[in-house]
């Protein structure tokens, strides 16, 4: 079994930083593959970015592509999501998910781990 632990979320005004951690566990770190999804209010859960596995390069949705990124720290067990520039619209919930390996998926059931969120509000 894999847990998840998210953190870093908190408010921000439009244009600052933020970075999201994730800390692994209950499986060797290097045998998963990290991503992050996120839920507005009222909205389905969408994803965010995704690490790169194998041959299967890093993805990141279009909407915040330049923005986002994902990286690791094996030392720590840690995937991390640093988010810059923010924007009003990524207010979200964010989630920390994993999977044993991928094809590049980004669908919410193809990732059978997941954190509990942590939440990240944007100010205008």
């Known amino acids: 079994q894999v847990q998840l632990v998210e953190s870093g979320g908190g408010l921000v005004q439009a244009g600052g930083s933020l970075r999201l951690?994730?800390?692994?566990?209950?499986?060797?770190?290097?045998?998963?593959?990290?991503?992050?999804?996120?839920?507005?209010?009222?909205?389905?859960?969408?994803?965010?970015?995704?690490?790169?596995?194998?041959?299967?390069?890093?993805?990141?949705?279009?909407?915040?592509?330049?923005?986002?990124?994902?990286?690791?720290?094996?030392?720590?067990?840690?995937?991390?999501?640093?988010m810059d520039n923010l924007k009003p619209e990524d207010t979200a919930t964010y989630y920390c998910a994993a999977v044993p390996y991928t094809l590049g998926s980004r669908n919410t059931s193809d990732f059978p781990y997941w954190g509990q969120g942590t939440r990240v509000t944007v100010a205008s």
């Open 21 to 82: 951690s994730c800390v692994v566990s209950g499986r060797t770190f290097n045998r998963i593959v990290g991503a992050w999804f996120r839920q507005a209010a009222g909205k389905e859960r969408e994803f965010v970015a995704r690490e790169s596995w194998s041959l299967v390069p890093t993805d990141y949705a279009d909407s915040v592509k330049g923005r986002f990124t994902i990286s690791r720290d094996s030392a720590e067990n840690t995937v991390y999501l640093q």
